[in-house]
């Protein structure tokens, strides 16, 4: 389990407000509140804004050539946060073809 420092509501929102600008900027950031409600320790929310971030994944590789781009089945940065929260014996709700379950289920193992 995780433990949670003070300022990590304040850090949450300097990466929200980050990944605002590069929106701006044209290109994504890592899943910021992904990020956060895995530090607050929030598996509840931790699945839900999983789920928005698989979407949000999809969505933007679905625009014109994006779609042939290596990146597109998999996001390195979701999967990786998805498998530590795993690794730390939360259950993981969310089923997509973005996110490897046999993947997933090897995290157990270790």
């Given at each position: 389990m995780?433990?949670?420092?003070?300022?990590?509501?304040?850090a949450?929102?300097?990466?929200?407000?980050?990944?605002?600008?590069a929106?701006?900027?044209?290109?994504a950031?890592p899943?910021?509140?992904?990020?956060?409600?895995?530090?607050?320790?929030?598996?509840?929310?931790?699945?839900?804004a999983?789920?928005?971030?698989?979407?949000?994944?999809?969505?933007?590789?679905q625009?014109a050539?994006?779609?042939?781009?290596?990146?597109?089945?998999?996001?390195l940065?979701?999967?990786?946060l998805a498998?530590?929260?795993?690794?730390?014996?939360?259950?993981?709700?969310?089923?997509?073809?973005?996110?490897?379950q046999?993947?997933?289920?090897?995290?157990?193992?270790?």
């Amino acid at each position: 389990m995780w433990t949670t420092a003070s300022s990590s509501g304040a850090a949450a929102q300097r990466a929200l407000q980050e990944a605002e600008k590069a929106k701006d900027w044209g290109f994504a950031m890592p899943p910021a509140v992904l990020l956060s409600q895995l530090v607050e320790g929030d598996e509840e929310s931790f699945n839900l804004a999983l789920a928005d971030a698989l979407e949000a994944h999809r969505a933007y590789y679905q625009v014109a050539d994006r779609a042939d781009d290596p990146d597109a089945s998999v996001n390195l940065d979701i999967l990786a946060l998805a498998c530590h929260a795993r690794r730390g014996g939360w259950t993981i709700r969310v089923e997509s073809h973005y996110l490897p379950q046999d993947l997933l289920r090897a995290v157990e193992t270790f």
